[in-house]
C-alpha cells in the first residue's frame, strides 16, 4: 500500500489497456523526497510492451525508490505515475516481506491462486456446455479465452513449474510448512522471486534480482526474462544480465539527478559513455585553446596601446588627432578582448576526470626478490575457515577467489593484509611492500570530519594537497568536500575507500567484493585500472563479469583450501 496520499497534485493510476500490446508503465516528472533529502528529482520513464529496461546509477541515486513509486507502495509529492496493463505488475523489492505468520506454503498457495481459479472457471464452462446450459458460443468463446489465459500461465504443468523453481532457486529441501520469518534474508528474496515467477504478471518491477541467487539460479532467471513481453523494469548492477537481457538503459546519475535513456544494452551503453567522454573532452580542448588565444589577444592590445607615436614636423594637432583615434582603436580592442575572455571563463567547460588508475612504483623502491615473489602464503590456519591456505603472489599475477558464504573468503584478504593473525602458518611479505587492501566493509560509520579532512588526516597530507588529490581522482566533487563522512551514502562511502587506495600507491592488490557498491561505471574503470596494474591483485568475488575476465585464474575457497576451479564461469 502507499505510504501516504498523493501529495502537491500528484497522480497514480492503474489504467486497463485494452490492447496488451499497449501496455506500458509511465512515470512523468516524478519529484520525490524522503524527510529532507530529494532521492528523485522530476524523473520522466516510460517503459512499454516488449521493453525491457535496466535501471542503472549509484546508490542513493533512487532506484529503489523510483520502482516503489511505480509499484504503488509510495508516493511521490508530484507528478504522475500510470500503470497501464492487463492484470497485476509483479513488484520485487531487495528485501522482500511476508504476512506475520505466514508459510512458504501459504506464499506457494497464493502464487498459484490466480491460475488454480482458471482451473476452476475452466471446469465450471466445461460443465455449463456439458449440460447444455446457456449459449454455446458464448461459452466455447468464454472457453477458449480462459484456456489461453490457463497456458499462458503454465496452468497445465503448474505442479512441475512450482518443483522447478523451487529446486532452481535453492530451497526445494526445506520444509514447506516452514514459517517464512525463519528465512535467511537470501531465501526469503529467492521464495519472493518464485512467487512471482509464478504469477505471470503484466509487468515487473524488479530490485536487484540476482543478488542471492547462484550461477544456476541466475542463467534461468536470464532465459525466463530474455522472453518476458510485457513491460519490465530490472534495477541492477549484475553487468551479465544488463548486457543479455535487456533493451535499454536508464541511468539515474544523467544530468541534475534525471533520468536518462541509452538504447540498446550495456555494451552500447559504455560505448554511448565512451563516445560521449570524447565529446567532453573535446569541448573541454576546444575551450582551452580559445582561453589561450583570447588571453594572447589582450596581451597583444595591450602592447599596442603602449607603443607611443613620434612627432613629425612639429605637428603636434595632427599628432594628437591621430593618437586619439589609435587609443580608442586600442581601447576597444583592449575591451573586445577582455570582453572574450571573461565571457569564455564564465562559460568554462570543466576538465574531465581521468580515468583511474594506480601510480607505478618508482624504480629501486621495492627490491626484486631472486624468486620473483611479493608475498608468500604458507599453510595458513584460521578456525574451521582456513585449514591449510597456500598462495604466492608474484608480480603480474592475478587470482580471482570464490566460494559460498562463509567459506572464509574475507578471512583469508584480512591475514594477507596483515589485519589477522592466523592460528597457524605464516604470510612471508617483503617488509617495503605497501598493500592496497579493500576491505569489502569500509570502517567510516563513526566518522564525523568532513570528507576532504578525513581523507587527509588518514593520508597525513595537507588539506590542499589532499584536495587536489581527490580532484584528480574523479571520485567526488568539491561540493562534497566538507559533508561529515557519517552522512555519506554507502556508495560514497565507497568512493572514500577506493580514493585512499589508490592514494597509497601499491604494490600488490587484495580486493574484497569491488564491485560492491559503486556505479557501473566506477566499476568499468576500476576493472581497467586493476588491469594496468603490474603487480599482483587477489580478488574476492561474485560478480561474474570479473569472473569470466580472469576464467583460467579462478580458485575456490572450499573446506578451507583453495582449488583451481577453471569450470567456474561460463
Not at 577506493?498 to 604494490?507: D, I, N, Q, S, T
Request: proline share 5%; hydrophobic share 40%.
Amino acid at each position: 500500500m502507499p505510504d501516504g496520499s498523493p501529495a502537491g497534485g500528484a497522480r497514480d493510476a492503474d489504467v486497463l489497456a485494452g490492447d496488451p500490446r499497449a501496455t506500458h508503465l509511465l512515470a512523468e516528472d516524478v519529484h520525490c523526497a524522503l524527510g529532507d533529502r530529494v532521492v528523485l528529482h522530476d524523473v520522466s520513464l516510460r517503459v512499454s510492451w516488449g521493453e525491457r529496461v535496466g535501471l542503472i546509477g549509484e546508490n542513493g541515486r533512487g532506484k529503489s525508490t523510483l520502482l516503489r513509486v511505480l509499484a504503488g507502495e509510495l508516493s511521490p509529492q508530484r507528478g504522475e505515475v500510470v500503470r497501464a496493463v492487463v492484470g497485476r505488475v509483479g513488484f520485487l523489492p531487495q528485501r522482500p516481506g511476508f504476512p506475520v505468520g505466514a508459510t512458504i506454503r501459504d506464499v506457494l498457495a497464493e502464487a498459484t491462486a490466480g491460475t488454480r481459479a482458471l482451473a476452476d472457471r475452466m471446469r465450471a464452462t466445461e460443465e455449463s456446455l456439458t449440460s447444455g446450459e446457456g449459449d454455446v458460443d458464448a461459452l466455447l468463446g468464454t472457453y477458449g479465452q480462459l484456456q489461453e489465459e490457463f497456458t499462458r500461465r503454465g496452468g497445465w504443468e503448474l505442479d512441475a513449474r512450482v518443483g522447478e523453481l523451487l529446486e532452481v532457486f535453492g530451497l526445494a529441501g526445506l520444509d514447506r510448512r516452514r514459517p517464512t520469518q525463519t528465512l535467511s534474508g537470501g531465501e526469503r528474496a529467492r521464495l519472493a522471486l518464485a512467487a512471482l515467477v509464478i504469477t505471470e504478471p503484466a509487468g515487473l518491477l524488479l530490485d536487484e534480482p540476482t543478488n542471492h541467487l547462484d550461477d544456476r539460479g541466475v542463467d534461468w532467471l536470464l532465459r525466463w526474462l530474455s522472453r518476458y513481453q510485457n513491460p519490465c523494469l530490472i534495477a541492477s548492477h549484475d553487468r551479465v544480465l544488463l548486457d543479455t537481457v535487456v533493451s535499454a538503459i536508464v541511468d539515474l546519475d544523467g544530468p541534475h539527478g534525471r533520468a536518462v535513456r541509452y538504447g540498446g544494452n550495456y555494451r552500447d551503453y559504455l560505448d554511448e559513455r565512451a563516445a560521449a567522454r570524447e565529446r567532453w573532452w573535446q569541448r573541454y580542448r576546444d575551450w582551452r585553446r580559445q582561453v589561450v588565444d583570447a588571453r594572447q589577444r589582450l596581451d597583444r592590445a595591450g602592447r599596442a596601446g603602449g607603443n607611443a607615436r613620434v612627432i613629425r614636423d612639429n605637428n603636434k594637432l595632427a599628432y594628437h588627432a591621430a593618437g586619439s583615434a589609435a587609443e580608442a582603436a586600442v581601447a576597444r580592442a583592449t575591451r573586445a578582448a577582455r570582453q572574450h575572455l571573461r565571457r569564455l571563463i564564465d562559460e568554462r567547460v570543466p576538465r574531465p576526470p581521468e580515468a583511474l588508475r594506480f601510480t607505478v612504483a618508482e624504480p629501486g623502491e621495492v627490491t626484486e626478490p631472486p624468486d620473483g615473489v611479493l608475498l608468500r602464503a604458507k599453510g595458513l590456519v584460521v578456525g574451521e575457515v582456513l585449514r591449510g591456505v597456500e598462495l604466492t603472489l608474484s608480480p603480474g599475477s592475478r587470482h580471482v577467489i570464490t566460494g559460498a558464504n562463509g567459506a572464509g573468503k574475507s578471512t583469508l584478504l584480512s591475514v594477507l593484509a596483515g589485519r589477522r593473525v592466523p592460528d597457524g602458518g605464516a604470510v612471508e611479505r617483503r617488509p617495503e611492500v605497501r598493500i592496497g587492501y579493500l576491505p569489502q566493509e569500509s570502517a567510516f560509520a563513526d566518522e564525523r570530519r568532513g570528507l576532504l579532512d578525513a581523507f587527509a588526516a588518514r593520508r597525513a597530507a595537507y588539506r590542499d594537497d589532499a584536495a587536489a588529490e581527490l580532484t584528480r581522482f574523479g571520485l567526488f566533487e568539491p561540493g562534497d568536500f566538507d559533508v561529515p563522512v557519517n552522512r555519506l551514502s554507502v556508495g560514497q562511502r565507497r568512493r572514500l575507500a577506493l580514493a585512499l587506495l589508490f592514494a597509497e600507491r601499491p604494490h600488490l592488490l587484495l580486493l574484497d567484493e569491488p564491485t560492491n557498491h559503486l556505479s557501473l561505471v566506477l566499476v568499468e574503470q576500476l576493472q581497467e585500472a586493476v588491469d594496468r596494474f603490474l603487480g599482483p591483485a587477489v580478488l574476492v568475488t561474485h560478480d561474474r563479469t570479473l569472473r569470466n575476465r580472469y576464467a583460467d585464474r579462478v580458485l575456490e575457497l572450499a573446506e578451507g583450501r583453495l582449488v583451481a576451479r577453471h569450470s567456474a564461469t561460463r
